[in-house]
């Protein structure tokens, strides 16, 4: 599966700020996302985190290309310590009817075929189901 992107689509019950909040304040994602201390919204900046599965250390490595205020947030996706691949993640908001649609759309991962089975195409859909289905719903339901 060459070139296809992971696509995840999930309507929140709340205000398109609430949500923009959620996924671009770095307080705010440290409740339900990652703990980014690094993070600075602006074009061009990097930003940095580890996530631990087991004895592993996952160390990501993003920068931001992106910023639409209230509609779109994109940024690079690495994994520089296990992978030479590189990815995209974009995040485009959208206000319907009751709440706020997200997009998530991740482009690229098959480029990390090089870090082995754990960074299969399965393994990001099913991160990004549990972090946008879960984690951030739960989080946006406070």
């Excluded at 929140?12 to 993070?39: C, G, P, R």
């Excluded at 996530?51 to 592993?56: A, P, Q």
Aim: net charge negative; hydrophobic share 35%; proline share 2%.
């Amino acid at each position: 599966m060459k070139n296809i992107p992971i696509i995840i689509e999930k309507v929140y019950h709340v205000s398109l700020l609430k949500v923009w909040k959620a996924i671009t304040d770095k307080n705010q994602m440290k409740e339900w996302y990652f703990d980014i201390e690094d993070f600075e919204l602006k074009v061009g900046a990097e930003f940095n985190f580890t996530v631990s599965s087991g004895d592993t250390i996952y160390y990501h490595r993003c920068i931001i290309k992106e910023i639409v205020p209230m509609k779109r947030f994109k940024h690079t996706w690495t994994h520089p310590t296990q992978s030479r691949g590189e990815s995209v993640v974009t995040w485009d908001l959208e206000s319907v009817d009751r709440g706020t649609k997200v997009t998530l759309t991740h482009i690229g991962v098959e480029h990390f075929a090089d870090g082995g089975a754990n960074f299969s195409r399965e393994n990001y859909v099913s991160g990004w189901e549990e972090i946008l289905g879960i984690s951030l719903r739960d989080f946006l339901s406070k």
